[in-house]
């Protein structure tokens, strides 16, 4: 019994791990803008299917290094031809919510069109496949890589907003964007640089998830509303708050799919997230008052 | 209406005929003043009649409708923030607005990284802020939420300062403060003019405007009513108030 | 450029003419289904912009209201019998009520952004316990079929005719109250809370009370949608609880022009004809949605209203 919960647990901070690393770009980009991107997901199955065919033929640090980079170079040419205009021309919210929706509708059909409707598969690298025996527990060792990935990629954001002058920077826009650009900051190209980033990351999400999660193109959609779920719980903005939340939603979906029917651990999370937005309009970790 | 600084100098900072609004309403009608180098000049009225209404057109903040904002030479009007900031302008905000969980010196870091080309001018530009308001040296690492009201005052006129600024947008740097703060605020703002510094500040209180500035003008409804050096409007203290209603 | 109220006056015309004008016809059936559709999904994006375009409150959660009257309706038929058509009209508009005051409750008391995070999650809520099924009563996955009332007073609800007839009346109907309600002084409240909260709140309002009576008007329109459209369809399915529905009516609305209460049915025509019309000549017709939507925010930001009436009046 006990092992299986700790099975269940390693389950859960795996799944937990992929919807950090998507979550944090959603998080930093509507802390810093205050625009949903829900062109989000895109990059993610992007990510997926360029590694089913990048894969054999350049293996899997060059697959992650090449797919960041199309993912991010994508990102920011959707933030510099549709995003920025519209921020420039005060016209977000809802706005920003419609083009982006538009253009995911149209690369998950295109993506239809390329790669057929029908769920395709990623193999685990090579290099990564195997299992890791943990005491009694014998776990599959490319789960563990993901984990101990998105750990180290979390830390190093954190040391970059918090040591780095350009980190500086960005937490000031959060803060109060125009006046930091009254300071003289750069905002414009600093929000778009930070947009890339975090659809580069979710690219790179993409090939991770790609043998753990199926990939289809239906994962652009599909998992944008639990990354809501984790980026309201953990409070907009919030890194911290992404990753604590980000790992609480993925033990609700493990233990919930394990040992109750799969649904009610999502309504329980939905329950808790209503709940945490009256009481605490921030949600865990929130800062900046954007919410309230 | 002539105006009565057209000294001898090119004003350094100059607005023809400028208007504003927030959406539909319109806040600023027709306002025109100068500032010339080295000058320190109040912009004094009641509250809603245009006071930051005027420092948020010239940072770009709020950008003017129409008129023309001319900064050393250059038309700035449509000008985004950042680079009007960058061309030498420090601004202060109403209620200084400070980033609260990022510390004195971090918040210092901000506008200097961002308008200086030579990085090494840093410990230079902590010397003479620390030096013109010694408070801030001993919280230096403290986050700005942590400080008292004048200290944040402090490092809001100290973040307009640090970018190597010799031009200052103030908007009610005494407002909230207790007579002794204020009283520091002052003379640290006399000692920078003294040096050199232009200053264009938005006041309610006249006397502290007065302590500070040589010319003032008077908003009224979005257009300059009154203008004049602090030396002729302190005498007709009486026909000012008529005028303004400000606290005397 | 045409003043609004001699346009759906025509329009409201054409549309009590045309079942008429193609009775007998091959397609007669399948033009009037569509035209319901768009009526009934007409007022569900109408009445989502009574909240919006009025009172301000972005709800993105508005499938929970369609699908509260919906289930209950099918839920009191198909598993209680009960098969009087007021009956189960009431009840699912009640429903409807209760979860747009418990949704609005919450909504009122939180920041603007946040009104579309917990409006959503409301709705994500309701739509992962439909799913589950609890006590097999909503059949989950499957959906719940067989929701048609009997016969009232004549009137068959498995009538094509019939029922356009009672959609198109129930419409014109739900659009008069909502005019007049938004002329009413809750309506001049709610357009204050839009512009300036605060002052509104100075002014002695109860603001909460405002929002959370906003939501249950809003909420009643939606559930009556909702009701139709089960016994229009004669099925509840999941689907229309979930995310996509309550972005469906915030895109119908966004389409035709919001604060209007014309615009959503015109984006709602808009949207469907298309999705009837693309769909079938080409597979991937998802593509010009798309393209649509960006076409919309760049060129229509105000959507298709503005093009076809002018607005004399500043809102």
Partial sequence: MRTSIVLQALNGLTIGAIYILLASGLTIVFGLQGIVNVAHGVFYMLGAYLAIDLYSRLGFVPTLIVVFVVTALLGLGLELTGIRPLVRWKRHGIQVLVLTLGVAIIAVEVTKLIWGPVPQLLEVPRGLSGTVRLGPIIYPAYWLFVMGFTAAFMALLALAFNRTTLGILVQSIALNSD?????????PRINSMVFALGTGIAGVAGVLAGPILSVYPGMAFDLLMILFVVVILGGLGSLLGVVVAGILIGMLNAFGVAYLTGTAGNIFAFVVMIALLVLRPLGLFGKAGILK | MPDPAAADAQPMLHLENVGAAYGDSIVLWDVSLGVGRGEAVALLGRNG????????AIIGLNPARHGRIVFKGEDITRLRPFEIARRGIGYAPEGRQLFAPLTVLQNLRIPFVNKHEDRRRWPAQLERIFDLFPALAARRSQPAANLSGGEQQMLAIARALVGGDAFLLLDEPT?????????????ALQRLKGEGVTILLVEQNMHHAFAIADRAYIIEKGRISLSGSTAELER??????RHVGVEA | MTRPRSVSLALVAVATLLPAVLAGTRYANYVEHVIV???LMGLYAMAWDFLNGYAGLFSFGHAAFLGAGAYTAAILIVRAGVTSAPLVLTAALAVAVVVGLVVGFLASRVGSVAVFLVTF???EALYLIVLADPRGITNGDNGLAGAVPAPLLGLDFSNPVAFYYLALGILVLSYLGLHGLTRSQFGQVLLGIRENELRVRFAGYEVEQYKTAAFAVSAFFAGLAGALTAFHERIASPETVGWAVSGDAVLYATLGGTGTLLGPILGAAIAIIAREVLSDIFRSWLIFVGLM???LVFFLPSGIYPLLFRTDTRR
């Fill in chain 3, 293 to 295: 939507y960006i076409v």
């Fill in chain 1, 179 to 187: 006046i930091s650009q009254a300071m003289g900051t750069n905002a």
């Fill in chain 3, 37 to 39: 559709q768009i009526m």
């Fill in chain 2, 175 to 187: 407002e909230g403060l207790a007579p002794t703060v204020v009283t520091t605020i002052v003379e």
């Fill in chain 2, 236 to 241: 007709d203290v009486e026909r000012l108030q």
């Fill in chain 3, 121 to 123: 999650a409301a709705a």
């Fill in chain 2, 49 to 56: 009649m245009g006071k930051t209404t005027t420092l948020l």
